[in-house]
């Protein structure tokens, strides 16, 4: 199967090489993480998962040093059959950032990774409220 998908993708880019991928059968929410692919370095995903990303980084000092009012959109933790994290960080890392960012906000959203794509009016609430407009 996997090699008729990659015939028809390449067909599909040939056809329109400008345009967002687009595959009719597959559902748009998995379609759209690929929409910048071509531009996506992928050394940045293997430095993320490894944790080099922040190697050298005090992150504690950087996120201490924030003074402006702040709102932290956090996923709500999940945890998939294997134990691992869904999530980007788990809720003692929110609760730590909470601390150490003075006037930091923290709303958890039900939600996947994309909160901003999954939940627009919960983002959008979160930006205004950091920015006094409510």
Same mark, same amino acid.
């Given at each position: 199967?996997?090699?008729?998908?990659?015939?028809? #993708?390449?067909?599909?880019?040939?056809?329109? /090489? &400008?345009?967002? %991928? #687009? =595959?009719?059968?597959? /559902?748009? &929410?998995?379609?759209?993480? =690929? +929409? *910048?692919?071509?531009?996506?370095?992928?050394?940045?995903?293997?430095?993320? @998962?490894?944790?080099?990303?922040?190697?050298?980084?005090?992150?504690?000092?950087? %996120?201490?040093?924030?003074? $402006? /009012?702040?709102? +932290?959109?956090?996923?709500?933790?999940? +945890?998939?059959?294997?134990?691992?994290? =869904?999530?980007?960080?788990?809720?003692?890392?929110?609760?730590?950032?909470?601390? %150490?960012?003075?006037? $930091?906000?923290?709303?958890?959203?039900?939600?996947? @990774?994309?909160? @901003? +794509? &999954?939940? /627009?009016?919960? *983002?959008?609430?979160?930006? &205004?409220?950091?920015?006094?407009?409510?």
């Amino acid at each position: 199967m996997q090699p008729k998908i990659a015939e028809w #993708t390449a067909a599909e880019r040939a056809a329109n /090489p &400008d345009a967002h %991928l #687009t =595959l009719a059968w597959v /559902p748009h &929410d998995w379609v759209r993480g =690929l +929409y *910048f692919y071509d531009d996506f370095d992928v050394r940045f995903a293997e430095t993320f @998962h490894d944790g080099s990303w922040f190697a050298g980084v005090d992150q504690a000092d950087l %996120l201490s040093r924030i003074a $402006c /009012p702040a709102v +932290y959109l956090k996923a709500k933790t999940n +945890y998939g059959e294997d134990g691992l994290s =869904l999530a980007a960080n788990s809720d003692e890392d929110a609760a730590r950032v909470q601390e %150490l960012v003075g006037a $930091c906000e923290t709303i958890v959203v039900e939600s996947g @990774h994309d909160i @901003h +794509y &999954d939940h /627009p009016e919960a *983002f959008v609430e979160a930006m &205004d409220r950091v920015a006094g407009n409510n």
